[in-house]
T-cell receptor, first 115, second 112 residues
Framework: NAGVTQTPKFQVLKTGQSMTLQCAQD?????MSWYRQDPGMGLRLIHY???????DQGEVPNGYNVSRSTTEDFPLRLLSAAPSQTSVYFC??????????????FGEGSRLTVL | QKEVEQDPGPLSVPEGAIVSLNCTYS??????FMWYRQYSRKGPELLMY????GNKEDGRFTAQVDKSSKYISLFIRDSQPSDSATYLC????????????FGQGTRLTINP
């Protein structure tokens, strides 16, 4: 049982380049989300999805795009990378089924540096 | 002002000490309160959760919520070196299982 898998684990980009962070989950969770973690800022929600074909913006969506074509996958696209997007990105999934509906299951993170 | 405030530390204590971690929040509509633990270079994992006010105990860990003061705490008794991690408080409304608001995280080191 892999849980939430993120690729790549590390990436260095130049300003203006684009790239996609991949996220896949095998728990059949309906909710998926992307957070970024910066020193002193905690985890901030970028985008989230409540199901295939449905996405919405979180707290810090600018400069990022998402899509959800399947239940399993939720890629995050950086359109034109900026140094301010240097961060650690976490994908998470969750479900309304079960005893507690507030638990997020996180991947191990993708560390992105924009030069 | 952030919706959830947490002292980022770092906090360093000797093994066996009682640790107290705290968060304050401003949105009185929050109903679910959680503590996540994050080891270095890993994703956060849920440690404990509480619905509304009150206390919850799980082994050496106790979570407290005081909604009247908008204040939550996590206590760790008989702290162990394996407890060394970053602890993040998180909270959410009744609706919106996918949208948590996190504190900044407190980095904790337990010294043998």
């Amino acid at each position: 049982n892999a849980g939430v898998t993120q690729t790549p684990k590390f990436q260095v980009l130049k300003t203006g380049q684009s790239m996609t962070l991949q996220c896949a989950q095998d728990m059949n969770h309906e909710y998926m989300s992307w957070y970024r973690q910066d020193p002193g800022m905690g985890l901030r929600l970028i985008h989230y999805s409540v199901g295939a074909g449905i996405t919405d913006q979180g707290e810090v969506p600018n400069g990022y795009n998402v899509s959800r074509s399947t239940t399993e996958d939720f890629p995050l696209r950086l359109l034109s990378a900026a140094p301010s997007q240097t961060s650690v990105y976490f994908c998470a999934s969750s479900t309304d089924r079960g005893r507690f509906t507030g638990e997020l299951f996180f991947g191990e993170g993708s560390r992105l540096t924009v030069l | 002002q952030k919706e959830v405030e947490q002292d980022p530390g770092p906090l360093s204590v000797p093994e066996g000490a009682i640790v107290s971690l705290n968060c304050t929040y401003s949105n009185s509509a929050f109903q679910y309160f959680m503590w996540y633990r994050q080891y270095s270079r890993k994703g956060p994992e849920l440690l404990m959760y509480t619905y509304s006010s009150g206390n919850k105990e799980d082994g050496r860990f106790t979570a407290q919520v005081d909604k009247s003061s908008k204040y939550i705490s996590l206590f760790i008794r008989d702290s162990q070196p394996s407890d060394s991690a970053t602890y993040l408080c998180a909270m959410r409304l009744v609706q919106g299982a996918q949208k948590l608001v996190f504190g900044q995280g407190t980095r904790l080191t337990i010294n043998p």
